[in-house]
């Protein structure tokens, strides 16, 4: 289960707070100049907008819920006159917007919400100097809200962008690393075979031909060391093929891959006994760097879980995170090449984001 983050238990305050300043007017003990029951639609729908904001941000319909969230704030300031304390629903608006719009934007808001402060005290307070007052105190407020909530989120995103270098840095070296080893056990199996197998080879032939001489006394050693000769032989092809052939280890692979990712804990699974060719190794590497590198940056989620198992007469990656999921999900340029790569292989890639975000890419088993 997704644990609660600051910015969600930010927003649940900021819910009730807006809740709470609204009480006066919900309990009767301040009249709307509108019917109440518009009034409390109004508050509905702000509220309401406030969590699409939260939730959307910077889409087209998060966009919408932003400027219902401000017109229905100024509203519902105006409409009931001495309620001082309702003015905190504009600077909730204000720190939201950094969500949503750019900071320039979120200035322009800014400035209309205190415009909004200062002819709310104005109508509702002869005092000018005090109106000027109440007006500079909620313009401090709002400029400190938003900063502060723009300084968060671009700390967050750069501890995204970080944590993705990461992924992006281990995932290199892992694959720099695989390819370096399987390089070197070719070379050595090459100069096994070119060197030790030659000469074995040479060998082989000689006693071949000194069996057919005619010093009895001689034959039986000969043969013997024919014998060693042909298994030592037997030996070096076996030991180039078994060189040739051995199998990474996949897990740790995977764990290299993802230790010490910030803000996300990452569960490898990795069935025994898995024989893998290199060219499918590479691939599910790739797949589980991309959906590491996805779940940083979209997903919000706290925990990912990496699967790799034999189905029947296929080998299958599952990466399953626990976040916010995606119903009609889009294939970013990363996951339609590695779509292709797998399918080049022989096999598939498939995605589901009703239940967090789930990517599953399967080859055929040799």
């Not at 007052?133 to 809200?145: R, S």
């Not at 995103?157 to 281990?170: C, Y």
């Not at 999900?329 to 779509?339: A, D, F, H, I, K």
């Amino acid at each position: 289960m997704r644990g609660l983050g600051t910015e969600v238990w930010a927003g649940v305050a900021m819910l009730v707070v807006s809740v709470a300043v609204a009480l006066p007017a919900l309990l009767g003990l301040a009249d709307p100049l509108i019917p109440l029951a518009l009034w409390v639609l109004l508050l509905t729908v702000h509220l309401a907008s406030v969590l699409t904001v939260g939730v959307l941000q910077r889409s087209g319909l998060g966009r919408a819920a932003l400027g219902a969230a401000v017109m229905s704030s100024w509203i519902l300031v105006l409409t009931v006159p001495g309620m001082g304390l309702l003015n905190i629903l504009v600077v909730v608006t204000a720190a939201i917007s950094v969500y949503s719009v750019r900071l320039p934007f979120t200035m322009v808001i800014v400035l209309l919400n205190t415009g909004i402060i200062l002819l709310v005290t104005q109508l509702w307070f002869a005092d000018g100097f005090e109106s000027l007052m109440l007006g500079g105190f909620y313009l401090l407020i709002q400029l400190a809200t938003v900063f502060s909530t723009a300084t968060l989120l671009r700390e967050k995103r750069m501890r995204a962008e970080l944590a993705q270098a990461h992924v992006e840095l281990k995932a290199a070296g892992v694959l720099l690393a695989d390819s370096t080893r399987t390089a070197e056990r070719l070379r050595i199996s090459r100069e096994l075979h070119d060197l030790i197998g030659h000469q074995l080879t040479v060998l082989t032939l000689n006693l071949e031909a000194a069996r057919h001489l005619d010093d009895e006394t001689a034959r039986g050693h000969i043969e013997r060391a024919d014998e060693v000769a042909r298994g030592l032989l037997r030996d070096v092809r076996a030991t180039v093929g078994e060189m040739r052939a051995r199998p990474s280890d996949l897990r740790r692979s995977l764990e290299e891959m993802v230790e010490g990712i910030p803000g996300l804990a990452v569960d490898i699974s990795v069935g025994p006994g898995l024989d893998l060719q290199e060219e499918h190794e590479v691939a599910f590497l790739r797949l589980a760097q991309e959906a590491v590198t996805n779940t940083i940056r979209h997903s919000e989620a706290c925990r990912l879980s990496i699967d790799v198992s034999r189905e029947g007469d296929q080998f299958a990656l599952v990466a399953r995170d626990d976040g916010i999921g995606a119903r009609l999900p889009e294939l970013g340029n990363g996951l339609r090449g590695l779509r292709e790569r797998f399918e080049s292989l022989g096999g598939e890639l498939t995605v589901d984001g009703t239940a967090g975000f789930v990517v599953t890419g399967r080859v055929a088993a040799a």
